[in-house]
């Protein structure tokens, strides 16, 4: 069930042709992340799996690292695999390590690494100790570039300005801090366990107090978010300081628990469509008046001259940049495969040390290798028209969307309108079923598509 919410004129100014259409197609839905991959049967899976331990790094590799844990289960969320408490963190770090060390005696040297992302669950729940030395190990043994952005995903929640601190100082450069919103009563009922005024003063004191990286995620069409909410949202986040800012929308999976709440009416009912495209294009709309940057359909970065925001990891990923997976629930792709690390936490902390935890194994098809390049080219919402030369299929498609106002096509240069780059992620996914794809398989758990890890998303194309 959807409500129509009445649009507000403070918002509706802000918007122009083509930002917002909500009718441009029935559902906004992703592209699974196995798309284009060819299972492997498990007796392979040993051989395969040294292979892929021992595949040289290859230049402008990234690497991910799941911490699969969080404090209580935030209901909207599908990322939500195992609750925290505090003694799980040192052994868990520990098998971490080993399989960091485990691979790098088996690599050559060499190759680089040019972006790390610490992504959950809820890294900042580990301890200030674990954190640094974990930072510590990557340091050692991966060949990570001079330039190479590290990043430390999480909440504020058990994440004092000391111990972000401690984390820069020991490597990390880059905090991504899920807010959501900054509505204090919206927090309560979605189970976030601080207020939006805490989590401002503390966004605003640790932009205060370093040069690195503070990037912040909102959500959009969340239960009760109205427009008065959502522009409140907004004010707060340009009043930050911030380096970089997310913007997703809520999509709501079957099984979240979000969905027990709807049905019992204990929730507002979900925004609708047309709402949603609104939200996001005045986003936009206010994001790129204040002098910041579009960088994907769902990243921005300030205009601050001492905060360069590159967002590396989240733009390579999604043009299917290799990237070394570790952790309980980790997804990556490295010498032609792509593969999970277990997910079931007391099996990857039982696997023996000189052991590969793995869950899932995949080759990566030579359409799916090209495919991710035209991914990427749509999030990123700008492009040349040159990528799509080889598939005339697929240009035909583009200058369809273009009627419809979805894109502009201008000499060799296309660009998502803003309407438009609300429906990538089902452009995308359009895009791909126009090419036959090789024998598709299943998500291991698709609970989201996240490009990083099993229990999502992003990951990869999660978001708008
Ligand atoms: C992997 S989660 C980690 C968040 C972090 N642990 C926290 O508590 O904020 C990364 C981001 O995914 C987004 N996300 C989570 N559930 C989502 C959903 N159902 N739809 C869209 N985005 C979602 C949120 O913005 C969240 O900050
Ligand atoms: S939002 Fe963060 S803390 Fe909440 S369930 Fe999702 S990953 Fe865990």
């Known amino acids: ?54 595949a040289p790094i290859k230049p402008s590799t990234l690497a991910y690292f799941h911490i699969p844990f969080c404090a209580n289960r935030c209901v909207f969320c599908g990322f939500y695999r195992n609750a925290w408490q505090a003694e799980h963190g040192t052994p868990y770090v520990d098998r971490l390590i080993a399989e960091l060390e485990f691979e790098a005696s088996q690599r050559p040297a060499g190759g680089s690494i040019n972006a790390v992302y610490f992504g959950g669950g809820t890294p900042t729940a580990l ?28 909440r504020i929640s058990h994440f004092s300005l000391a111990k972000a601190q401690a984390c820069l100082a020991a490597g990390a450069n880059r905090i991504s801090i899920g807010v959501q919103s ?25 932009c205060e107090q370093t ?14 978010q109205d427009d008065a909410k959502w522009t409140h949202d907004l004010d707060v986040a340009l009043s930050l300081g911030l380096s970089g800012l997310d913007l997703y929308a809520f999509n709501c999976f079957p099984n979240l628990p979000i969905n027990r709440m709807l049905e019992k009416g204990a929730l507002p009912p979900l925004l609708d469509l047309a709402t949603q495209c609104r939200h996001y294009a005045y986003a936009v709309r206010r994001l790129l008046a204040a002098g ?19 967002n590396r ?18 997804g990556g792709c490295h010498a032609g495969y792509s593969y999970q690390v277990q997910g079931n936490l007391d099996d990857y902390l039982a696997t023996p040390l000189e052991q590969k935890p793995i869950a899932f194994l995949a080759a990566t098809s030579p359409q799916k290798q090209a495919f991710a390049l035209i991914q990427g080219a749509l999030e990123a919402g700008q492009f040349a028209s040159a990528l799509f030369a ?36 089902t452009m995308i996914r359009e895009l791909a079923q126009l090419i036959t794809p090789p024998e598709e398989t299943p998500c291991p758990t698709p609970t ?6 099993v229990a999502s998303k992003k990951p990869h194309s999660l978001n708008a």
């Open 1 to 54: 069930m959807s409500s129509l919410t009445p649009a507000s004129p403070e918002l509706n100014c802000w918007l122009q042709t083509n930002d917002v259409l909500p009718t441009a197609f029935a559902e906004r839905k992703a592209l699974m992340p196995m798309w284009g991959a060819q299972m492997v049967p498990p007796t392979a899976w040993p051989a395969i799996t040294q292979r892929i331990v021992s």
């Open 127 to 154: 301890s200030e100790a674990d954190l640094c030395r974990l930072l510590a190990a990557v340091r050692r043994t991966l060949p990570l570039s001079d330039d190479c952005e590290i990043t430390i995903e999480g």
């Open 182 to 206: 900054f509505d204090s009563q919206l927090r309560r009922r979605l189970g976030r366990q601080h207020s939006g005024e805490d989590a401002a003063t503390y966004l605003r004191q640790l």
């Open 211 to 224: 040069d690195a990286v503070i990037v912040a995620d909102l959500m959009f069409g969340l239960p009760g």
């Open 292 to 310: 910041w940057t579009q960088l994907s359909n769902s990243h921005f970065a300030s205009p601050s001259p001492n905060r360069y925001e590159r």
């Open 313 to 330: 990891y989240n733009q390579a990923i999604k043009s299917g940049q290799d990237c070394l997976a570790f952790g309980s629930g980790a």
């Open 390 to 425: 080889p598939y005339p299929v697929l240009l035909t498609q583009l200058h369809q969307w273009q009627q419809q106002g979805l894109l502009t096509i201008e000499q060799d240069q296309i660009t998502l309108t803003i309407g438009g780059r609300f429906w990538a992620p």
């Open 448 to 453: 989201m598509s996240h490009p990083h890890s």
